[in-house]
């Protein structure tokens, strides 16, 4: 018969990497709001034509929010009155 064993210290080993992995996408998630945050600084501060450039048909400038913050909500746009012209029945056309 053929035994299998798994050494305790090969399930160590496996079980650190994987918590090392998901620590680096961990840290990357936190601190990749704030490179942003300090890239768009300095490009305020060495670019400032570029600084004030914004998003056509935008009312807000851009920001990077961390994936844990909610999206802010949405501005519900306002509806125009439509104005339906009455079909006259008597009309030949």
């Not at 994936?67 to 008597?90: H, T």
């Amino acid at each position: 018969m053929l035994e299998t064993t798994i050494d305790i210290s090969l399930i160590l080993r496996f079980g650190l990497k994987c918590l090392g992995i998901f620590a680096l996408i961990f840290l990357t998630a936190v601190f990749t709001p704030k490179m942003a945050e300090a890239i768009d600084k300095w490009k305020a501060k060495h670019f400032p034509e570029s600084a004030e450039k914004k998003k056509p048909g935008t009312k807000e400038k851009y920001t990077v929010r961390s994936i844990y913050e909610l999206p802010p909500e949405p501005e519900q746009p306002k509806k125009k009155a439509v104005v339906r012209k009455k079909a006259d029945k008597n009309h030949k056309s």
